[in-house]
Protein backbone atom coordinates (compact mmCIF):
# COMPACT_ATOMS: atom_id res chain seq x y z
CA UNK A 1 0.00 0.00 0.00
CA UNK A 2 1.06 3.36 -0.89
CA UNK A 3 3.03 5.15 2.54
CA UNK A 4 0.29 8.61 3.45
CA UNK A 5 1.83 11.92 4.50
CA UNK A 6 0.07 14.59 5.69
CA UNK A 7 1.16 17.53 3.93
CA UNK A 8 -2.11 19.36 3.39
CA UNK A 9 -4.68 18.68 5.94
CA UNK A 10 -7.11 17.84 2.80
CA UNK A 11 -4.86 14.79 2.64
CA UNK A 12 -6.87 13.43 4.91
CA UNK A 13 -10.88 12.53 3.27
CA UNK A 14 -13.50 13.90 6.00
CA UNK A 15 -14.12 10.13 7.04
CA UNK A 16 -10.46 10.04 7.71
CA UNK A 17 -10.56 13.20 9.03
CA UNK A 18 -14.00 12.43 11.82
CA UNK A 19 -11.70 8.67 12.30
CA UNK A 20 -8.77 10.61 13.55
CA UNK A 21 -10.42 12.66 16.18
CA UNK A 22 -12.23 9.70 17.61
CA UNK A 23 -9.15 8.18 17.71
CA UNK A 24 -7.95 11.00 19.27
CA UNK A 25 -10.72 11.32 21.83
CA UNK A 26 -10.32 7.51 22.90
CA UNK A 27 -6.67 8.03 23.35
CA UNK A 28 -7.54 11.11 26.26
CA UNK A 29 -9.97 8.21 27.72
CA UNK A 30 -7.69 5.57 27.82
CA UNK A 31 -4.59 6.30 27.15
CA UNK A 32 -2.99 3.09 29.07
CA UNK A 33 -4.71 0.99 25.91
CA UNK A 34 -2.12 2.68 23.36
CA UNK A 35 1.13 3.47 25.36
CA UNK A 36 2.75 0.51 24.12
CA UNK A 37 1.40 0.67 20.45
CA UNK A 38 4.79 2.20 19.18
CA UNK A 39 7.61 -0.04 20.38
CA UNK A 40 10.26 -0.03 18.46
CA UNK A 41 8.79 2.70 16.28
CA UNK A 42 10.95 6.08 15.76
CA UNK A 43 9.85 9.83 14.99
CA UNK A 44 12.00 11.98 13.41
CA UNK A 45 11.21 15.36 14.34
CA UNK A 46 13.54 18.02 11.76
CA UNK A 47 12.97 21.39 12.59
CA UNK A 48 14.08 24.14 10.86
CA UNK A 49 12.36 26.70 12.26
CA UNK A 50 11.75 27.79 16.59
CA UNK A 51 9.03 25.77 17.82
CA UNK A 52 7.79 24.86 21.55
CA UNK A 53 4.31 23.14 21.31
CA UNK A 54 4.37 21.56 18.46
CA UNK A 55 7.89 19.57 18.16
CA UNK A 56 7.16 18.68 21.72
CA UNK A 57 3.98 17.69 21.68
CA UNK A 58 5.19 15.15 18.86
CA UNK A 59 8.03 13.78 20.78
CA UNK A 60 5.67 13.63 23.67
CA UNK A 61 3.21 12.25 21.55
CA UNK A 62 5.64 9.49 20.52
CA UNK A 63 6.91 8.80 23.98
CA UNK A 64 3.64 8.40 24.87
CA UNK A 65 2.96 5.43 22.44
CA UNK A 66 5.67 4.02 23.49
CA UNK A 67 8.31 5.00 20.55
CA UNK A 68 11.46 6.90 20.39
CA UNK A 69 12.43 10.23 18.94
CA UNK A 70 15.79 11.42 17.21
CA UNK A 71 16.11 14.94 15.41
CA UNK A 72 16.82 18.41 15.76
CA UNK A 73 15.22 21.58 16.98
CA UNK A 74 18.27 23.93 15.27
CA UNK A 75 19.22 23.77 11.59
CA UNK A 76 22.04 25.37 12.72
CA UNK A 77 22.89 21.94 14.54
CA UNK A 78 22.13 20.14 11.51
CA UNK A 79 24.19 19.76 8.39
CA UNK A 80 21.62 21.83 6.65
CA UNK A 81 24.49 24.91 8.15
CA UNK A 82 26.87 23.29 5.69
CA UNK A 83 24.45 22.76 2.41
CA UNK A 84 22.24 19.84 2.56
CA UNK A 85 19.71 19.95 0.66
CA UNK A 86 15.53 19.57 2.32
CA UNK A 87 15.74 16.33 0.06
CA UNK A 88 18.94 14.66 1.23
CA UNK A 89 18.68 15.07 5.13
CA UNK A 90 15.17 13.53 4.45
CA UNK A 91 17.04 10.41 2.70
CA UNK A 92 19.52 10.00 5.77
CA UNK A 93 16.65 10.35 8.50
CA UNK A 94 14.36 7.71 7.06
CA UNK A 95 17.31 5.47 7.47
CA UNK A 96 16.68 6.26 11.34
CA UNK A 97 13.25 6.76 11.56
CA UNK A 98 9.96 5.25 10.60
CA UNK A 99 8.01 8.51 10.34
CA UNK A 100 8.99 12.49 10.02
CA UNK A 101 7.72 15.62 11.24
CA UNK A 102 9.24 18.51 9.55
CA UNK A 103 8.94 22.41 10.30
CA UNK A 104 10.56 24.68 7.57
CA UNK A 105 10.30 28.52 7.09
CA UNK A 106 9.79 27.45 3.06
CA UNK A 107 6.42 27.17 1.57
CA UNK A 108 6.48 23.61 0.25
CA UNK A 109 9.55 22.10 1.88
CA UNK A 110 7.67 19.42 3.09
CA UNK A 111 6.38 17.93 -0.09
CA UNK A 112 10.10 18.10 -1.38
CA UNK A 113 10.62 16.16 1.81
CA UNK A 114 7.82 13.70 1.55
CA UNK A 115 8.26 13.02 -2.06
CA UNK A 116 12.18 12.39 -1.47
CA UNK A 117 11.53 9.45 0.87
CA UNK A 118 9.43 6.42 1.79
CA UNK A 119 8.09 6.79 5.54
CA UNK A 120 5.25 9.14 6.30
CA UNK A 121 6.29 13.08 6.49
CA UNK A 122 3.89 15.14 8.45
CA UNK A 123 4.23 18.65 7.97
CA UNK A 124 4.90 20.73 10.79
CA UNK A 125 4.31 23.88 9.54
CA UNK A 126 5.83 25.51 6.31
CA UNK A 127 6.26 28.72 6.16
CA UNK A 128 3.38 31.05 6.27
CA UNK A 129 1.14 28.51 3.93
CA UNK A 130 -0.21 25.62 6.05
CA UNK A 131 0.42 23.64 9.49
CA UNK A 132 -2.05 20.85 9.42
CA UNK A 133 -1.40 18.76 12.55
CA UNK A 134 -1.89 22.27 14.43
CA UNK A 135 -5.67 21.59 12.30
CA UNK A 136 -6.38 18.62 14.34
CA UNK A 137 -5.84 19.94 17.14
CA UNK A 138 -8.01 23.02 16.67
CA UNK A 139 -10.83 20.50 15.10
CA UNK A 140 -10.32 18.72 18.28
CA UNK A 141 -11.03 21.61 20.77
CA UNK A 142 -13.94 22.73 18.95
CA UNK A 143 -14.97 19.25 18.39
CA UNK A 144 -14.72 18.61 22.67
CA UNK A 145 -15.88 22.05 23.93
CA UNK A 146 -18.80 22.44 21.43
CA UNK A 147 -19.55 18.31 20.95
CA UNK A 148 -19.75 19.23 17.13
CA UNK A 149 -17.74 20.39 13.79
CA UNK A 150 -20.67 21.64 12.23
CA UNK A 151 -23.51 24.81 11.98
CA UNK A 152 -20.75 27.37 13.85
CA UNK A 153 -19.61 30.77 13.25
CA UNK A 154 -16.25 30.89 13.52
CA UNK A 155 -14.30 33.98 13.24
CA UNK A 156 -10.61 34.37 12.94
CA UNK A 157 -8.69 37.69 13.83
CA UNK A 158 -5.46 38.89 13.82
CA UNK A 159 -2.72 38.30 10.71
CA UNK A 160 -4.70 36.31 8.67
CA UNK A 161 -1.93 36.71 5.51
CA UNK A 162 0.81 34.81 7.26
CA UNK A 163 -1.09 32.35 9.70
CA UNK A 164 -0.59 29.72 8.58
CA UNK A 165 -3.17 27.83 11.33
CA UNK A 166 -5.52 29.69 10.18
CA UNK A 167 -5.23 28.66 5.88
CA UNK A 168 -5.30 24.97 7.46
CA UNK A 169 -8.07 25.20 9.40
CA UNK A 170 -10.49 27.11 7.34
CA UNK A 171 -9.51 24.44 4.52
CA UNK A 172 -11.06 21.80 7.17
CA UNK A 173 -13.75 23.62 8.19
CA UNK A 174 -15.51 24.49 5.07
CA UNK A 175 -16.02 20.20 4.67
CA UNK A 176 -18.44 20.74 7.24
CA UNK A 177 -22.12 22.11 7.11
CA UNK A 178 -23.40 25.33 8.19
CA UNK A 179 -19.71 26.90 8.96
CA UNK A 180 -20.15 30.27 8.34
CA UNK A 181 -16.55 32.40 8.79
CA UNK A 182 -15.75 35.95 9.92
CA UNK A 183 -12.42 37.21 8.63
CA UNK A 184 -11.07 39.88 11.07
CA UNK A 185 -7.99 41.72 10.18
CA UNK A 186 -6.25 45.09 9.27
CA UNK A 187 -6.42 45.61 5.61
CA UNK A 188 -2.43 44.63 5.34
CA UNK A 189 -3.15 41.59 6.73
CA UNK A 190 -5.99 39.71 4.90
CA UNK A 191 -6.54 36.12 4.20
CA UNK A 192 -5.11 35.01 1.10
CA UNK A 193 -7.27 35.03 -2.27
CA UNK A 194 -6.67 30.85 -2.09
CA UNK A 195 -8.56 30.78 1.28
CA UNK A 196 -11.45 32.68 -0.15
CA UNK A 197 -11.68 30.45 -3.47
CA UNK A 198 -11.64 27.45 -1.61
CA UNK A 199 -14.57 28.86 0.81
CA UNK A 200 -16.58 30.07 -2.41
CA UNK A 201 -16.23 26.72 -3.93
CA UNK A 202 -17.57 25.21 -0.66
CA UNK A 203 -20.59 27.56 -0.77
CA UNK A 204 -19.12 28.86 2.45
CA UNK A 205 -20.50 32.24 3.96
CA UNK A 206 -17.52 34.31 4.68
CA UNK A 207 -17.21 38.52 5.60
CA UNK A 208 -14.53 40.37 6.04
CA UNK A 209 -14.50 43.04 8.35
CA UNK A 210 -11.73 45.14 10.44
CA UNK A 211 -13.74 45.74 14.04
CA UNK A 212 -13.46 42.59 16.53
CA UNK A 213 -15.88 44.48 18.57
CA UNK A 214 -18.89 44.67 15.66
CA UNK A 215 -18.06 40.80 15.03
CA UNK A 216 -17.46 39.17 18.75
CA UNK A 217 -21.73 39.16 19.90
CA UNK A 218 -22.28 37.04 16.92
CA UNK A 219 -19.50 33.89 17.28
CA UNK A 220 -19.36 30.29 18.46
CA UNK A 221 -15.63 30.27 17.89
CA UNK A 222 -13.04 32.89 18.24
CA UNK A 223 -9.83 31.97 16.91
CA UNK A 224 -7.31 34.31 17.94
CA UNK A 225 -3.84 35.02 16.42
CA UNK A 226 -0.35 36.55 16.84
CA UNK A 227 1.17 38.92 14.28
CA UNK A 228 4.01 36.71 12.58
CA UNK A 229 6.74 38.77 12.84
CA UNK A 230 9.33 36.74 11.57
CA UNK A 231 7.55 36.83 8.02
CA UNK A 232 7.18 40.66 7.98
CA UNK A 233 9.73 42.03 5.09
CA UNK A 234 10.33 45.50 7.39
CA UNK A 235 10.06 46.34 11.74
CA UNK A 236 8.33 49.35 10.85
CA UNK A 237 4.87 47.66 9.40
CA UNK A 238 5.37 45.11 12.17
CA UNK A 239 5.20 47.46 15.10
CA UNK A 240 1.97 49.32 13.12
CA UNK A 241 0.27 46.08 12.79
CA UNK A 242 1.08 43.95 16.06
CA UNK A 243 -1.69 45.06 18.25
CA UNK A 244 -4.14 45.97 16.24
CA UNK A 245 -6.24 43.74 18.13
CA UNK A 246 -6.10 42.73 22.17
CA UNK A 247 -8.92 40.90 23.68
CA UNK A 248 -9.76 41.75 27.02
CA UNK A 249 -12.28 40.81 29.55
CA UNK A 250 -14.17 44.49 28.77
CA UNK A 251 -14.57 43.18 24.86
CA UNK A 252 -15.87 39.74 25.85
CA UNK A 253 -18.59 41.19 28.11
CA UNK A 254 -20.72 41.29 24.84
CA UNK A 255 -19.72 37.90 23.57
CA UNK A 256 -21.83 34.38 23.95
CA UNK A 257 -21.26 32.73 27.45
CA UNK A 258 -20.15 29.73 25.24
CA UNK A 259 -18.07 31.27 22.77
CA UNK A 260 -15.19 29.20 22.47
CA UNK A 261 -11.93 31.35 22.71
CA UNK A 262 -8.67 29.95 20.66
CA UNK A 263 -5.21 30.77 19.90
CA UNK A 264 -2.58 28.41 17.77
CA UNK A 265 0.05 30.10 20.96
CA UNK A 266 2.43 31.78 21.05
CA UNK A 267 0.66 34.34 22.46
CA UNK A 268 2.27 38.04 22.24
CA UNK A 269 0.01 40.71 23.39
CA UNK A 270 -3.05 39.55 21.47
CA UNK A 271 -5.11 38.11 24.08
CA UNK A 272 -4.59 39.87 27.72
CA UNK A 273 -2.99 37.45 30.85
CA UNK A 274 -6.89 38.43 32.41
CA UNK A 275 -8.46 36.48 29.84
CA UNK A 276 -7.03 33.10 31.21
CA UNK A 277 -8.77 32.96 33.69
CA UNK A 278 -12.43 33.15 32.07
CA UNK A 279 -13.60 29.90 31.26
CA UNK A 280 -14.45 30.35 27.46
CA UNK A 281 -10.47 30.65 27.14
CA UNK A 282 -9.75 26.96 25.75
CA UNK A 283 -6.24 27.83 24.13
CA UNK A 284 -3.98 25.93 27.17
CA UNK A 285 -6.44 22.94 26.42
CA UNK A 286 -5.82 23.26 22.90
CA UNK A 287 -2.06 22.54 23.88
CA UNK A 288 -3.19 19.55 25.60
CA UNK A 289 -5.07 18.01 22.98
CA UNK A 290 -2.32 18.82 20.98
CA UNK A 291 -0.49 16.09 22.14
CA UNK A 292 -3.51 13.78 21.88
CA UNK A 293 -4.25 14.82 18.19
CA UNK A 294 -0.59 13.91 17.35
CA UNK A 295 -0.43 10.11 18.91
CA UNK A 296 -3.49 9.66 16.40
CA UNK A 297 -1.66 10.67 13.57
CA UNK A 298 0.99 8.91 14.46
CA UNK A 299 -1.07 5.61 14.81
CA UNK A 300 -2.73 6.47 11.56
CA UNK A 301 -0.10 7.39 9.50
CA UNK A 302 1.80 3.80 10.44
CA UNK A 303 -1.22 1.73 9.98
CA UNK A 304 -1.43 0.66 13.37
CA UNK A 305 -4.73 2.01 14.26
CA UNK A 306 -7.71 3.02 12.21
CA UNK A 307 -6.05 2.65 8.72
CA UNK A 308 -6.02 5.30 5.96
CA UNK A 309 -7.46 4.12 2.52
N1 LIG B 1 1.13 26.42 17.60
C1 LIG B 1 2.43 26.27 17.25
O1 LIG B 1 2.75 25.94 16.10
O2 LIG B 1 3.32 26.59 18.24
P1 LIG B 1 4.89 26.40 18.13
O3 LIG B 1 5.40 27.40 17.12
O4 LIG B 1 5.44 26.66 19.51
O5 LIG B 1 5.17 25.01 17.67
Request: hydrophobic share 35%; no cysteine.
Given at each position: MAKRD?????????????????LASDIIESPEKYQDKCAHKTLATLFYEPSTRTRLSFES???GLGGNVVG??????????????????TRVMECFADIIAMRHPKEGAALVAANSCDVPV??????????????????????????RLTDLKVGFCGDLKFGRTVHSLILALLRYKGIEVVLISPDELKLPSYNKDAMDDAGIKWVETTSLEEALPELDVLYMTR???????????????????????????SAKDDLVIMHPLP????????????????????????????????????GIEGGLN
Open positions: LINITDLDLDELDRLLAAMYFSDANSSSASKGETVSDTINAGDGGHLHPSQTLTDLLTILRNKGVQKERFFNEEDYVRLKDTYILDEQKLERVNEISVEVDKDPRAKYFDQVKNGRYARMALILMLL
